[in-house]
């Protein structure tokens, strides 16, 4: 086998379900996007987004001589569904193990894979924990396409994926860009409870049930437009992943972290509201639910139990 289909077969055989490989040259078009979408305001408070723009831009800055740009996929979907009005709903990526927990050892592997097949290459590895842009990678390297949500999109596990980067000073041959198969299809725009799908790939998270759910701390009240719009949903939202014709194709994981804790995809609210910081830290250990921390989850929850605090007064 040529090194890269040496590469490509160590990446499988660690357990990623898909691989593509970029050059690492700049994302100039790209990042025209990104700071346009910055510029908008549409990271909302996620300031860290802003930070280290020659990196997102260029690879080089982060790994000097970087002359690839491997990106691997790991499915995460098991075959459970939310139950039709069920309130106190978590979104499917965090029904399981925290995939900074699960993904960075397996990236680890692969680095070393890469050492092996080139010696004397170096490689870095990122899965959303640095200045990487990885669905503009994965796009680039044609491991699938960006649908109208957002995501990127697969015809062989839609968009339930967890999307691991490594950047290495080893040269392999690079792939194709994946064609876009949205093609006139709007369902996600039209379902987004919140109309935070602006245009076609383009999502204001200010918008976003997702970000206020997770990524705005508990101090922090929600807009009138999200609070009447939760739909029952406490941490995340998958509204625009549910309605994708390409995720009715999808195939269970098969790792078993990401299977349902407990077999729960959803918590009862009122639990959330009289649980104690130590059983939050026992409970939701290694878990995504840690990210809004107890503050978060408790203001979510006390939304979808009091639903006045969604009414305007007689003032406004």
């Known amino acids: 086998m040529t090194p890269t289909q ?4 160590a990446a499988l055989d660690i357990g990623f379900d898909a691989v593509a490989i970029a050059r690492a040259e700049p994302l100039v078009e790209e990042m025209k996007q990104y700071q346009e979408w910055l ?9 860290y987004m802003e930070r280290n723009p020659e990196a997102r831009g260029d690879v080089r800055h982060i790994l000097p001589e970087a002359a690839s740009v491997i990106v691997v996929a ?13 309130v106190g709903k978590i979104a499917r990526y965090a029904w399981g193990d925290d995939y900074h927990v699960v993904i960075p050892p397996m990236l680890d592997a692969l680095s070393s894979a890469v050492a092996e097949i080139v010696p004397g290459s170096t490689s870095r590895r990122y899965i959303d924990t640095g200045p990487v842009l990885e669905r ?25 994926f967890f999307i691991g980067v490594v950047i290495t000073t080893a040269a392999f041959d690079a792939d194709e860009p994946m064609e876009d198969f949205c093609g006139t299809c709007t369902a996600c725009i039209d379902s987004c409870p919140t109309s935070a799908i602006v ?3 383009v999502v204001d998270s200010t918008k976003c049930i997702s970000y206020w759910t997770i990524e705005t701390k508990g101090n922090v009240e ?15 939202c ?43 830290v026992e409970r939701f250990r290694h878990s995504p639910l840690k990210r809004p921390k107890l503050d978060g989850l ?14 305007p007064s007689k003032d406004d």
Request: hydrophobic residues 30%; glycine residues 8%; contains cysteine.
């Open 6 to 9: 040496q590469v490509k077969r």
């Open 39 to 47: 510029q908008r305001g549409y990271h909302g408070s996620m300031a």
């Open 74 to 86: 790991r499915n995460y979907y098991t075959p459970f569904q939310h139950e039709k009005g069920q």
């Open 136 to 160: 503009q990678w994965a796009v680039r390297s044609g491991l699938g396409w960006q649908g109208k949500n957002g995501n990127i999109l697969r015809r062989d596990m839609g968009s339930w």
């Open 199 to 201: 245009q076609p790939t």
């Open 222 to 236: 929600f807009p009138l437009p999200i609070a009447e719009h939760l739909d029952g949903w406490l941490f995340g």
């Open 238 to 280: 998958d509204v625009c992943q549910d309605v994708c014709p390409w995720n009715r194709f999808e195939t269970p994981t098969t790792e078993d972290r990401f299977l349902p804790r407990n077999d729960e995809v959803a918590l009862y609210p009122t639990d959330i509201l009289t649980l104690q910081p130590d059983q939050f």
């Open 298 to 311: 408790k203001r979510t929850a006390d939304y979808l139990v009091t639903p006045a605090k969604v009414m």
